[in-house]
Nanobody, 128 residues
Framework: QVRLVESGGALVQPGGSLRLSCTGSGFIFDWYAITWFRQAPGKEREGVSCISRDGRTTTWYADSVKGRITISRDPAKQTVYLQMNSLKPEDTAVYYC????????????????????WGVGTPVTVSS
């Protein structure tokens, strides 16, 4: 059974930090690039960050989070992390991770339509 499970979402004050995790099972995790998306209330889902399947060749960050967020992956744990610092109220959203089948490529993509597997999301609320 294929699963992607996000965790780490919480209520945090502005300026605070969170680390989100995305753990995969039931598929060959190393063949997939991983992308984080978020969807704020009343807004469309948007790509936040992605990382290539090897964890080294390609990372990408949306302009809105660049400099505040770092993506990484631990192959042994089949987990991708999203370290978020200097959080702002506008970061409030449900955060989803998605797996993109890229067995021979070393890039990552931010288009939701190409994602193969999705998690159910973890909520992040930034508020004082």
């Amino acid at each position: 059974q294929v699963r992607l499970v996000e965790s780490g979402g919480a209520l945090v004050q502005p300026g605070g930090s969170l680390r989100l995790s995305c753990t995969g099972s039931g598929f060959i995790f190393d063949w997939y690039a991983i992308t984080w998306f978020r969807q704020a209330p009343g807004k469309e889902r948007e790509g936040v960050s992605c990382i290539s399947r090897d964890g080294r060749t390609t990372t990408w960050y949306a302009d809105s989070v660049k400099g505040r967020i770092t993506i990484s992956r631990d192959p042994a744990k089949q987990t991708v992390y999203l370290q978020m610092n200097s959080l702002k109220p506008e970061d409030t959203a449900v955060y989803y991770c998605a797996a993109d089948y890229r067995p021979t490529a070393r890039d990552c993509r931010s288009e939701s339509a190409v994602m193969g597997y999705w998690g159910v999301g973890t909520p992040v609320t930034v508020s004082s």
